[in-house]
């Protein structure tokens, strides 16, 4: 006989089960359809990203799983925070859940099968059983636009913490190694707008606060490692930012107006919550050739 019984169409991931974490995504992933089961449970590993459709298979994979930690090399530790470089040619697997699992977090960038092109730099966090995901941020191996970073997350159980501000900082910490202006790839999402401005402009007001003289938006480029675009746009937003009347023969000219005193209250505001700060004595990293 025909059952009638009424079916939950399972078409959609409703949570995922992700080492002590139970998170709902934000946005759809294109996981396998028969990975989504009725429960609307995927279950990941923390440590591989290999994703499962029951708690059985998990709990199965955990035994066998022999990673606590990410593949590639670690070119960052500080107290338990490592950095770990995984390359997205010689652990495709790896990069490919990865990026599935970021998805869920992305609305607006769809880089899941074509990851040979980039590096992932993977933030975790070590306690004796192994070093949990934090976030991470993917870059291209070779950028003719010069973006240091292509999508950056931060785990939603960790957000709102200071790693995001970390992993930028992180970012321009490479570029700076490579000798080279870093800018991350557009659009942003809000959320990485919002990061972005914060940091840009904490990292603008520090540079200017040490410089200690009138300086050029070129001088702080090159201080800060940011492009003159993302400078102009951190000094516009801290009302630094003046225009000079147009001359007869030539274009009119930015100056900034520099306030001192503003200047070190904002940087004040910024210190009163402790910040997690990249200590690049640390990084133990040779650009990618
Ligand atoms: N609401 C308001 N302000 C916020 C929020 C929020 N939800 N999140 C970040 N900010 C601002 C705050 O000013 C914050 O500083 P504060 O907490 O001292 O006020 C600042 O940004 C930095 O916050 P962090 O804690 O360092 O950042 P977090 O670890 O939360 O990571 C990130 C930021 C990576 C953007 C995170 O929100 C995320 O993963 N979002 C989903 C994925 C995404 O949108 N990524 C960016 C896409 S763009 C690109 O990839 C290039
Ligand atoms: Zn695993």
Known sequence: AAN???QITPNR???ILFGKYEIDPWYSAPYPEEYITHNGILY??????????????????????????????????????????????TNKIYCQNLCLFAKMFLDHKTLYYDVEP???????EWDNEGCHFVGYFS???????NF??????????????????????????LSSVEGVLGTPEKPLSDLGLISYRKFWKQR??????????PTTITQISSLTGMTNDDVVSAL???NMLRVSEASVDGPPEFYIEIDTEEIENSLKKFNLKPQLRVNPENLCWNPHK
């Open 4 to 6: 009638h019984t009424p």
């Open 13 to 15: 991931i409703r949570t």
């Open 44 to 89: 990941i590993c923390e440590y591989c990203f290999k994703y499962m459709k029951s708690y059985v298979v998990l709990v199965r994979h955990m035994v066998k799983c022999k990673c606590n930690h990410p593949p590639g090399d670690e070119i960052y530790r500080h107290d338990s925070l490592s950095i770990f470089e995984v390359n997205g040619s």
């Open 118 to 124: 980039f590096l992932f730099y993977i933030l975790t």
């Open 139 to 145: 870059k291209e191996k070779c950028s003719a636009s």
């Open 148 to 173: 240091n970073v292509s999508c950056i997350l931060t785990m939603p159980t960790y957000q709102r913490k200071g790693y995001g501000n970390f992993l930028i900082e992180f970012s321009y910490l």
């Open 204 to 213: 603008v007001l520090e540079a200017i606060s040490d410089v200690r003289e």
């Open 236 to 238: 516009e937003n801290c």
